[in-house]
């Protein structure tokens, strides 16, 4: 199906982005990438009235790191993520990056349209939260920074406000003794995860000093298993401080029967991929170089 008529407008600037959105008002999205709002579109699920092209703003596709803060912008996409010195030292922004969807989709979906759709199968938002990102937003009454936490609040709803924009996404960089590990299960490569999780350690003198474990895929919103977490932390990793993390990740989650699978078969995966999740994260914590990709049907 074709959308329906839409006026379209290309910003050079993130105010003039704003100002656009804000004299617009109600019927305005912005668009990035194209890649999530398009098909809404084309299946006339949106009653839009006006775009504005936000994909040509420059800077905003940047990865930059200070001491140890790391701030990447909205636009960039999932590819550039891949192929960045960034994901080739922390390889959890590797795992995720490069098992988004297909190249097309990798080439020009941004690391902001994910955060931004309010879409719980999206990988980036359940990413984040294992690495405490804060998120950079601009609007009419200027800039402010939200937890990740909290920011995508229902179905499809986030915290942005009308007319503000997601500009950059800011965490930390892991430090020395930390391991991450993004891991999916995917019907194929141009499908969203059927269950995602992830999980990133810091372990000191064998014992684990932090824990965070995040679902993807796993309910109306992307979900902190804090319970996981403290399964973990302060404790020494064996078969059962696992078993027991990816219990509570499993108790935390909330899937639906749906075309990806039963409830209860994602119950399962999310169990299997906590396990493998935290496995890896290990390695890596320690040192070892992991490869790691989402699994497939
Ligand atoms: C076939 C297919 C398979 C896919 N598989 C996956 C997958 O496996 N995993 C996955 O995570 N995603 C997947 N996606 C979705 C897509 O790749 C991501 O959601 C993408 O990152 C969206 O980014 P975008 O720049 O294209 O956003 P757009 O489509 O341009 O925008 C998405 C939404 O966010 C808003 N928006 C965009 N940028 C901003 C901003 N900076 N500030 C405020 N609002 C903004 C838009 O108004 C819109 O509501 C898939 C998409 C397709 C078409």
């Not at 910003?11 to 990035?32: F, H, K, P, Q, T």
């Not at 999916?184 to 141009?190: E, L, N, Y």
Request: with cysteine; glycine share 12%; net charge negative.
């Amino acid at each position: 199906m074709y959308p329906a008529p839409f006026d379209y407008h290309r910003a050079n600037s993130v105010d003039e982005a704003i100002g656009m959105l804000s004299d617009i008002g109600e019927g305005a999205r912005v668009m990035a990438g194209g890649q999530s709002l398009l098909p809404v579109l084309k299946m006339r699920f949106d009653e839009l009235t006006d775009i504005v092209d936000i994909g040509r703003i420059p800077d905003l596709n940047q990865i930059e790191e200070n001491g140890n803060g790391v701030s990447i912008g909205a636009l960039t996409t999932h590819s550039c993520i891949a192929a960045s010195a960034l994901a080739g030292s922390v390889p959890i922004l590797l795992d995720c990056a490069s098992g988004i969807a297909d190249v097309q989709v990798r080439s020009r979906g941004t690391i902001g349209g994910s955060v931004a759709s309010g879409d719980p199968s999206c990988d980036w938002p359940a990413l984040l939260h294992t690495l405490d990102a804060e998120i950079q937003c601009q609007g009419p009454n200027g800039t402010r920074t939200l937890d990740i936490n909290g920011f995508v609040e229902d179905l499809y709803q986030t915290a942005l406000q009308p007319s503000e924009i997601i500009t950059g996404i800011r965490f930390k960089r892991p430090g020395a003794g930390s391991g991450g590990a993004y891991c999916a299960f995917k019907r194929c490569a141009p499908a969203y995860p059927t269950t995602s999780v992830g999980v990133q350690l810091t372990i000191t003198d064998g014992q684990v000093e932090s824990a965070r474990v995040a679902l993807g895929s796993s309910g109306l919103t992307p979900i902190r298993a804090q319970q996981a977490e403290a399964e973990l932390e302060g404790q020494s990793l064996g078969a059962g401080q696992i078993g027991r993390a990816a219990d509570a990740a499993v108790a935390a989650s909330d899937p639906v029967d749906d075309q990806r699978g039963s409830a209860d078969f994602k119950r399962q995966l999310i169990a299997h991929l906590t396990k493998r999740a935290i496995g890896i994260a290990e390695r890596r914590a320690s040192g070892e170089q992991v490869v790691n990709s989402h699994e497939y049907y």
